[in-house]
């Protein structure tokens, strides 16, 4: 610690008192405050005069009148020393003088001393601030030379020590002006030199320092916080003036398309800013999109259609709260982008249908154009047709197409296209069109009628009514209308000698064919007719088909008996030998029926005989022969009627009457058949029976030559007799008169009902000898 010898510094005052003899003198020191312990401050002893050594016999004492007890005595030499730290500041707070008294007590005599004590300040105390931190709130809009005062600092210590001046901590904006208050002590004020700007700098700090006059000097601080209130000075401003965004076409409402962003420096109301239209927005863009006015987000409130608009302009202005704002205002540029939301347009210019079914390939059915309101690939369109039908498309230029034929067409097959055309553009996803050409064919008359049947085959019953119908026949075009529209004629001809149109005649509208007269099987067994079905096309087409009638035979002929020849018109006589045996055949019975088939197939039954038991009639041959032997005792005229009965439903008859003489005569002997003798001459008077089985045959002419050559039948078959038929032969002319031939032409003529048959070939019979 660094001392300083008070001595120097007592002063010696004697003070006379008429008060009190016994105060004898008043002595004075003065040291400084803050002395360690032991301190010298005066040899008191010495400074009264009085006798060192006998201070402790005359009882030296000191009585302080502090209440402690700063300062002590050494009764050995006499010297007063800081017995206890002494604080100025503690002892006389502000006071600028500080002292404080001591009694000085000897006795023998008894005498009393006055010491004052003075404490000198030292500058142990710095200057502090109230706070350490003071606020000022200063408006940004406050004039240069406004003053604000700012707290003082306070020194404990006095005088020189205590505060002296003040500081401020360098800035731009605030000096200080230290002044004197009466009291002498000082104060500062804030000075506003240039202007804030609470958006440049919302907050200043500074560092105000008081300094005392103390040596050494001693400062305290405190840190003075400046707070620029907001003036509504700014306007809001945008990051930019002018936004570009891409927005795709058909955003859904509600997307956001920008968020504008201004930003105004003020703050409270008057930074707070509301966005808007701005005035002179079009209404088409009112209408397409909205403005949050507290976020500034741009919204898609309509529907943003590519095709309408590209683009468009939004002009948005933006103001804040606070008094007298100020809008400002920017530009938002919105580039729609395309999207795929148009289907391609299929526009048929041209259709030529129907086209004729004989258009030679390449024939033009329609020209197409296609377009796609999108741009870019999602407005390129691509057609196609299917491959199956007999058209191609071919692309004249960009988006226009031609349908045209590329094969021959055929109403028949297929009267009607529907061509479905598909336009597809290039978006992802692609879009497409279908649409659907109907190219109807027209008729050309290019098919002939067609019957159903490649022929016809009639079987009518002889004795037809005429007029009856013989049968219909029906043809079919597969043209249409005109082309299709069928008439039947019958093509000219003749049948045995006549003209067909005598014997038949056909409706043309429908086909029915009727017979003009009534035929005769006997006459006419068959004919043919060639129907011509012709439609009414131009060139007309027509078509043939042969008609076959075959007239059916009736059992309308009675069997007629040849032989033996009635002698005149009554009976037949014949004679029988009386020697003859039993079984001699008398005569045969021959009869024709000019019918056919059963209708011609004879029986013979006795009718009526003299003599019942004498003469047999052979059912199926017409033999008579003889029973029994002849006696004497028979007449020698017997008469036999014969009845003849063909197998006709119901059967005609016819009957013969024979009268046979018994003679006495000897008898020439008749050949027999199965005799030996039989010779081939007499195979005349037979009647054969010939089976013959046809299978499968289709030939039309048969010669059975029946062993040993001499008789010669043809059997004329039609294609159809194999199938179907019962051959009934006959010799050409069933006249008696042509017998004596060994060549017999015999012609065979079908009849119904037997596939494999027996015909019989009846020979003419010889007459019986
Ligand atoms: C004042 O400035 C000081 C120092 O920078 C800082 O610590 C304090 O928080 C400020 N006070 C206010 C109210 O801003
Ligand atoms: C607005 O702009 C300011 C300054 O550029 C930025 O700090 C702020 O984050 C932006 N706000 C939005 C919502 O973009
Ligand atoms: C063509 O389309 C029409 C109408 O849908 C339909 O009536 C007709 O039957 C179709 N023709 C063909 C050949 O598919
Ligand atoms: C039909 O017959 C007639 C006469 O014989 C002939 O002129 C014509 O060419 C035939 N028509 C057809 C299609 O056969
Ligand atoms: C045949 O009859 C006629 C009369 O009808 C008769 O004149 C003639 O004599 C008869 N002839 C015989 C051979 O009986
Ligand atoms: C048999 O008759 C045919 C025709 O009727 C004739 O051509 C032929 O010469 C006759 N034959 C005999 C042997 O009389």
Redesign the pocket.
């Known amino acids: 610690m660094d001392l300083r010898r008070a001595g120097g510094l007592c002063l010696w005052t004697w003070l006379a008192t008429c008060l009190l003899d016994l105060v004898l003198a008043q002595i004075r020191y003065s040291i400084p405050e803050e002395l360690e312990h032991g301190a010298f401050v005066g040899n008191i002893a010495e400074d009264l005069g009085l006798d060192v050594d006998r201070l402790t016999a005359r009882r030296f004492r000191i009585v302080s009148g502090a209440r402690r007890q700063y300062l002590e005595v050494n009764l050995e030499n006499g010297v007063l020393f800081v017995n206890e730290r002494i604080d100025r500041e503690e002892l006389c707070e502000q006071n600028p003088s500080c002292s404080f008294h001591l009694q000085v007590v000897v006795e023998n005599p008894l005498e009393l001393y006055r010491v004052e004590v003075e404490i000198l300040d030292v500058n142990d105390n710095s200057p502090s601030f109230p706070w350490s931190e003071f606020n000022l709130d200063i408006s940004e809009s406050a004039v240069p030379g406004s003053r604000f005062p700012l707290e003082s600092a306070q020194d404990a210590d006095v005088g020189e020590n205590s505060v002296s001046s003040y500081l401020l901590s360098v800035n731009g904006h605030f000096v200080i002006d230290v002044q004197t208050r009466s009291d002498g002590s000082k104060f500062a004020e804030l000075i506003l030199e240039t202007p804030l700007d609470r958006e440049r700098q919302k907050l200043h700090q500074m560092v105000l320092t008081a300094v005392d006059g103390g040596s050494p000097e001693r400062s305290g601080t405190t840190q003075v916080n400046v707070t620029v209130l907001d003036a509504n000075d700014n306007a809001p401003v945008f990051?930019q003036s002018f936004y570009r965004v891409r927005l795709p076409e058909n955003a859904p409402k509600g997307t956001v398309v920008i968020?504008l962003?201004a930003?105004d420096l003020d703050e409270g109301p008057n930074g707070d800013i509301t966005y808007s239209f701005s005035g002179h927005a079009p209404v088409k863009v009112r209408e397409l999109f909205a403005v949050d006015s507290r976020t500034g987000e741009i919204k898609v409130k309509g529907l943003v259609d590519y095709e309408k608009a590209r683009m468009h302009e939004i002009y948005v202005q933006a103001k804040d709260k606070g008094p007298s704002g100020v809008a400002v205002h920017c530009k938002v540029l919105v580039s729609v982008l395309d999207v795929n939301d148009n289907l391609p347009e299929v526009i048929l210019t041209s259709v030529s249908t129907p086209v004729q079914e004989d258009a030679p390939p390449g024939t033009v059915i329609a020209v197409i154009s296609v377009m796609d309101l999108d741009s870019g690939e999602n407005g390129n369109v691509d057609c196609e047709i299917p491959h199956h039908v007999p058209f191609q498309l071919h692309s004249s230029f960009r988006n226009y197409y031609t349908l045209v034929t590329c094969d021959f067409l055929d109403r028949e097959t297929v009267p009607e296209y529907n061509v479905t055309l598909t336009a597809r553009d290039m978006g992802t996803p692609p879009l497409f069109t279908r649409k659907t050409i109907a190219v109807q064919v027209s008729d050309v008359n290019d098919n002939a009628p067609r019957f159903k049947q490649p022929s016809y085959t009639v079987y009518l019953m002889e004795n037809n009514a005429p007029g009856a119908a013989l049968c219909s026949l029906s043809a079919h075009d597969t043209d249409s209308d005109q082309n299709a529209f069928l008439s039947y004629s019958i093509l000219d001809g003749s049948i045995q000698g006549m003209p067909v149109s005598t014997y038949v005649s056909i409706n043309s509208d429908n086909g029915n064919v009727y017979a003009l007269r009534s035929f005769d099987h006997e006459q006419l067994r068959n004919f043919q007719i060639v129907v011509q079905a012709r439609d009414a096309g131009f060139p007309p087409m027509a078509s043939n088909v042969t008609v076959s009638v075959f007239v059916l035979d009736q059992n309308d002929n009675v069997p007629i008996v040849v032989s033996p020849a009635p002698q005149n018109g009554s009976a037949a006589a014949e004679t029988v030998p009386r020697s003859v045996d039993a079984g001699y055949l008398v005569t045969k019975i021959t009869a024709l029926d000019a019918d056919s088939g059963q209708n011609s197939r004879l029986f013979y039954q006795v009718l009526q005989a003299s003599d019942p038991t004498l003469f047999s009639v052979a059912l199926y041959t017409g033999e008579i022969r003889t029973v029994r032997r002849l006696t004497e005792k028979d007449a020698a005229r017997q008469a036999l009627v014969v009845l003849v009965k063909d197998n006709g439903q119901p059967s005609l008859t016819a009957t013969a009457s024979i009268i046979l003489s018994l003679v006495d005569s000897a008898p020439e002997l008749a050949p027999d058949l199965g005799d030996p003798a039989f010779g081939p001459e007499d195979s005349a008077s037979l009647t054969l029976y010939l089976i013959v089985s046809l299978e499968g045959t289709k030939k039309s002419n048969l010669d059975i030559q029946i062993a040993p050559g001499k008789y010669c039948y043809k059997l004329c078959l039609t294609p159809e007799s194999s199938k179907s038929d019962f051959m009934f032969l006959k010799p050409y002319s069933p006249s008696a008169s042509t017998v004596r031939n060994n060549t017999k032409r015999v012609t065979a003529q079908p009849a119904r009902g037997v596939r494999s048959g027996a015909w019989r070939i009846t020979g003419p019979l010889p007459p019986m000898r």
Do not use: K, V
Request: proline content about 0%; cysteine-free; aromatic content about 0%.
């Open positions: 990051d968020r962003n930003s």
